[in-house]
């Protein structure tokens, strides 16, 4: 099992750029997929990005794509969630998950989940 905290959310003026950070308990974080989502009011949550065990994959919802970017540091046992070129419909509670398995379906059916961070863009 897998314990998930997230850190780094705040407010941001439309245009700028935040930095998620999600740290991972366990020796085996290197074993998991990785993933955002979020979940913005009176919405359903949304998958966001993911990437592979190893860091090698990276997946994107077309609505971040370009503008966001995940990495991983695997001797931190953590994930990162690079924000940039922030839109005021970025606004939402932003979760990391994770996963064992293949990569066959990186945006769906994650078993943990952290307790989210907020993230607030103003126009």
């Known amino acids: 099992q897998v314990q998930l905290v997230e850190s780094g959310g705040g407010l941001m003026q439309a245009g700028g750029s935040l930095r998620l950070s999600c740290a991972a308990s366990?020796?085996?974080?290197?074993?998991?997929?990785m993933g955002w989502f979020r979940q913005a009011p009176g919405k359903e949550r949304e998958f966001v990005a993911a990437?592979?065990?190893?860091?090698?994959?990276?997946y994107y919802a077309n609505s971040v794509k370009g503008r966001f970017i995940i990495s991983r540091d695997n001797a931190k046992n953590t994930v990162y969630l690079q924000m940039n070129s922030l839109k005021p419909e970025d606004t939402a509670v932003y979760y990391c998950?994770?996963?064992?398995?293949?990569?066959?379906?990186?945006?769906?059916?994650?078993?943990?989940w952290g307790q989210g961070t907020q993230v607030t863009v103003s126009s």
């Open positions: 998950t994770a996963k064992r398995g293949g990569w066959d379906n990186p945006s769906a059916r994650y078993d943990y």
């Open positions: 990437i592979s065990s190893g860091g090698g994959s990276r």
């Open positions: 366990g020796r085996t974080f290197s074993t998991y997929i």
